[in-house]
């Protein structure tokens, strides 16, 4: 069965930094679109960024533009979201979500992915 993983959360201060891990398995990995998604206490979940299955598009969310980067490993079976220049309001649960429904694209819109992971921690101190 697919399983998605995320690491790399965790208690940062303002404008540091940190790099969030999804590791996936029991999937072809390459056909695949991801999203990291997150949920603050309180508050809807939002698209954060996502990465295509085939020419590796991406698309951010404009809260976090020019601050996050998307990347794939397709050898390790692996997405990382570079999160740098972080907020107290950038606090959230991080999910990453997995489809093989779309082909040179990807959404930010939750509705859009098949298979979630259970989500790290982010805390930002101001």
């Known amino acids: 069965q697919v399983q998605l993983v995320e690491s790399g959360g965790g208690l940062v201060q303002s404008g540091g930094s940190l790099r969030l891990s999804c590791a996936a398995s029991g999937l072809t990995f390459d056909t695949y679109a991801i999203g990291w998604f997150r949920q603050a206490p309180g508050k809807e979940r939002e698209g954060v960024s996502c990465i295509s299955s085939s020419d590796g598009s991406t698309d951010y969310a404009d809260s976090v533009k020019g601050r996050f980067t998307i990347s794939r490993d397709n050898a390790k079976n692996t997405v990382y979201l570079q999160m740098n220049s972080l907020k107290p309001e950038d606090t959230a649960v991080y999910s990453c979500?997995?489809?093989?429904?779309?082909?040179?694209?990807?959404?930010?819109?939750?509705?859009?992915?098949?298979?979630w992971g259970q989500g790290t921690q982010v805390t930002v101190s101001s």
């Open positions: 979500a997995a489809t093989p429904r779309l082909y040179r694209l990807c959404v930010l819109k939750s509705v859009g992915y098949d298979y």
